[in-house]
Every structure is written in C-alpha cells, then in structure tokens.
C-alpha cells in the first residue's frame, strides 16, 4: 500500500493530467502509467481517467472522488461547445458611401466655453471696445441729481486743472527725489501727479482740463501737460477705475500762433496725441482778432467731426458778447455749452456773469477760484508764508493785502467749523442718503478746511470750479470738499465778509 504522502503526490497529479485533457480537447479514454516513487522501491501504479461519455460499467468499483471530478470538468467544455454552435453570428452592418468633405469649408467650431486667447493690441481692439470697458464701474456723484444748464453733466461739479503740469516754472520738476523742504515749497514730479490723478477718480472727480500750452516747456522731453496726461490714462487700473472726461482748450498763447482755419486742427492733434477718439469738450478763448462768427464756425466743425461732444468759450465776460454767440451757435443746430472766467471770494469782478450763464443756459466754469491761494484761507496775516516755506523765503502776498482780507479769513474758520460739527451731526443722514445709489456709504470729509469752504462757496454761487491738483495732496484737499454744502446763511456770512474786505481799499 503506497504511504500518505505518495497519495497526496498522486492527487495532485491528477489534477494537471485534467487541466491537459481540457486544453487537448480530447473526449476520449486516456491511460497514463504513472510512477510513484517514494523513499523505498515500490511497484508501478496504473491510474485511468475516464470521460463522461464512457459506460458506468467501466468504473472501478471504488469510485474515487478524482474521477468524479474530471467527469464534471469534461461535461462542462463539452456544453459550453454546444452552446457557441447554437449562437447565431453576428450580421456584418454594410458601410454607408463615404462622401468627401471639403475641410476649408468648414464651420468654424465654437463651445459654450470662451477660449482665451492674448490680448490684442489697442489699435486691433474693436471700436466698442474702449466705450463698454468702464460703463460699469460707477461714479461717486453727490451732484447727480443738480439741475444742470444743459445736456453736459460735470460729476460733482468739479474740474481739474493740469495747468502747472510739466511747467518748471509752477513747481515742476522733472526728476530726482525731492526734499523736505522742496515738498514744502509746494514742489512735484510726475510720480505724484500719477497718484493724484487715481485719487482724483476714486473720489468721483473725472474730468480733466487740460491744454496744448500747458507744460510746453517740457514737450521736448515728453513732459508736458498733455504727455503726463496720457501716461496717467494708459498706468490707471481701468477695471476698477472709472473713466476720465477730458476737457480741452487751445490756450491764450496757442491762440496767437493759430489762424482761424487752424483752430480745429489744433483739437484733432489733441485727439491723436492723447490716443483717444472723442474729447469731452473743447474750449476756444474769446479772441478781439477775430469775429464771433469765425469762432461758431471753427466750434461747429469741431462738433461736427466727432471729436469733440461739446463746445465752449472762454473769457467771455460780456452778456452781449455771449448772446451773440449763443444766437450763431443756434444757426448752426448747435448750443453752446460753457463759459470759462475767473470769480472767487476775493476776486468778484464778474459775479454777475453767473446769472448771465444761467439766463443762455450756459455752464460757468470758474478759474483761479482760489485766486492764487489768497482765497484759500492758507496764507493770512499771521501766517504769511502758509507753511509752505521757511521764514526768510519770500511770500506770495505782502502784509498789507493779507491784512486787507483778514476779516474774511477769520470768517473762513467759522464757516469750516460750523459746517465740521453739522456733517459730524448729519453723517448718519448723509451717507445714508447716497448708499442705495452707489453701494456701501461714501466717506464724507469732516476735517473741514478753509481751502474746502473758498471751493463750496463757488459751487453754492453756481458755477464749477477748476482746481489745480498737483500731488496726492492736493487730491484729498480737492475730494474733501464733496458730499457736503454750505447753507444760505453760511454763504451770506461770507459774502458779507468778503464786502466788507472789498470796501476796505
């Protein structure tokens, strides 16, 4: 009798002559004489695997357990063989006629997603472009619902001034840094008007004035007021900026150099300079060597091109003058939009020019409404210099013109500090009055200063004050004056005050 282990070995064997029966395929009867060997010589043994296809009469009367196993191992390939027999195939589907595609013709394919591609370069961008860019972002305008003289609608009525830009003689200075006493003599340097000018557009003052003679001492250069100007727009964050308004003059100087035939001209090189397609508005100063009428027609070509939306004079202080002009602009289906003067607290020689304005429906723009500064309240008779220099430099006013105006100075002070503690007491209301407009509440100013009355006063009068703004400074002095407003009798505090001053000569 083989040993225990000799009958495991046999098992396993078993089972690999199986899985080569399977593979062969073969359903027949197969002997094989295997040899077991174990630690002593023993006699060969005869082992005989059997199909299912055999008779039952042929099995050992033991009936092992392996042959049992290897039966159902064959019954099974033979059914699955039966069963592919039975699946019919699979119908071959016939190619349709291949039709040739003319790839160039084509539809361009487009998907819901927007590719990105680079941005092109501005003179590639689409004309729409540049007029849907900042349509969204909104403008702080505490003088959004003012009763304007006509269709031109100046944000918080205020205009900025680029004048001393790029001018050498008005503080500018080209480069370097500068010191602490250069800051106090008022100076600055192209850095800070780039600054002040995003300040400026934060706070809701877009429009700026500026002019070809402005800075011409830096042209050269790329300095002048026109060239800085253009650097500002092109730097200016324009996705959370809104945009600025420019307004455009040729100038008293420029004036002379230019025959009537020129003065458009002189708007279009403005245009391409400052790499723009439309100026806002566009000013030609009141000139005694040419008539009226050689004046509405240069405005109404430029109208009429398209560069311009609005024309203007400036320096018309004549009611019949500015009559006459209105009448030849109506000839042309036109109206004329602004007149440009000097007015402010000490300097009231055309007052009544503000009335005049309103009767033609005229915008008055205000120059100097600082008058050099002596309205500001800045420089007084205690504080000649203003601060703004040491005591041995000269100052901008003699003792006796400041002491002249120090009843009205004094006023000044009053005013500011009535009107600090009322928007103090009426900030809740205030802010309250502008957050449905323009989102969360604007700062309000309360830090009032005399420089910020001089400016509402002009404002309360009726006309739009044109500020120079040459440092971030400046800007927040300028920005500090909205969203508040002198009461009448504030106004005639001041007024009075400033008649008093006048009869004092």
Not at 30 to 37: G, K, L, N, R, S
Not at 276 to 296: N, Y
Request: charged share 25%.
């Amino acid at each position: 009798m083989p040993t225990q282990p000799q009958q495991k070995y046999v098992a396993s064997t078993v089972g690999v002559i199986a899985a080569l029966l399977l593979a062969c395929g073969n359903s027949g009867v197969h002997a094989f004489m295997v040899p077991v060997t174990g630690s002593s010589v023993m006699p060969a043994s005869t082992v005989m695997l059997h199909s299912s296809a055999d008779n039952s009469n042929d099995q050992d009367a033991s009936g092992s357990a392996e042959d049992d196993e290897i039966s159902k191992l064959i019954g099974r390939r033979s059914q699955i063989k039966r069963q592919k027999k039975a699946e019919p195939e699979p119908e071959e589907v016939p190619y349709e006629n291949l039709v040739d595609l003319d790839l160039e013709s084509l539809p361009e394919f487009k998907t819901e997603r927007p590719v990105r591609r680079a941005t092109p370069p501005p003179e590639e961008q689409e004309e729409d472009d540049d007029s849907t860019k900042k349509s969204d972002i909104p403008i702080i305008d505490f003088k959004a619902d003012y009763a304007d003289e006509n269709d031109f609608h100046i944000p918080n009525r205020m205009l900025i001034s680029t004048q001393s830009w790029g001018d050498p003689k008005r503080n500018f200075v080209a480069s370097g840094k500068l010191t602490k006493r250069m800051l106090k003599e008022g100076k600055f340097v192209p850095g800070d008007l780039q600054l002040a000018h995003e300040k400026l557009l934060e706070a809701g003052l877009t429009c700026l004035e500026t002019s070809p003679s402005y800075g011409a001492a830096s042209k050269a250069k790329k300095l002048s007021a026109q060239d800085i100007l253009l650097r500002c727009l092109k730097e200016a964050p324009t996705d959370v900026l809104p945009e600025t308004q420019i307004i455009t003059s040729l100038g008293s100087s420029a004036w002379l150099k230019l025959t009537p035939a020129r003065i458009a001209q002189a708007l279009y090189d403005t245009v391409e300079l400052l790499d723009t397609s439309t100026i806002e508005l566009f000013q030609v100063p009141k000139s005694r060597f040419f008539p009226s009428k050689i004046i509405v027609n240069a405005l109404a070509q430029a109208v009429e091109s398209g560069c311009c939306n609005y024309a203007g004079v400036q320096g018309v202080t004549s009611r019949s003058k500015l009559a006459k002009l209105c009448r030849g602009m109506e000839d042309q289906d036109m109206s004329l939009t602004t007149n440009s003067f000097e007015f402010s607290l000490t300097n009231r020689r055309y007052e009544d020019m503000m009335d005049t304005c309103r009767d033609f429906n005229v915008i008055p723009l205000i120059y100097n409404p600082l008058d050099g500064g002596l309205a500001s309240g800045v420089y007084t008779a205690t504080n000649p210099s203003g601060g703004r220099a040491s005591a041995s430099a000269p100052t901008q006013f003699t003792f006796k013109e400041l002491e002249q105006w120090q009843p009205l100075h004094s006023v000044q002070e009053t005013v500011a500090e009535r009107v600090a503690t009322r928007v103090k007491r009426d900030m809740r209301n205030l802010q309250d009055r502008y957050k449905s407009r323009y989102g969360p509440a604007p700062k309000i100013n309360t830090d009032i200063t005399t420089t910020q009355v001089a400016l509402n006063y002009v404002i309360a009068k009726g006309g739009v004050p044109v500020v120079e703004v040459n440092s971030p400074k400046d800007a927040e002095q300028v920005a500090g004056s909205l969203g508040w407003t002198l009461t009448d009798e504030e106004v005639d505090m001041l007024d009075n005050a400033a008649a008093l001053c006048r009869n004092k000569k």
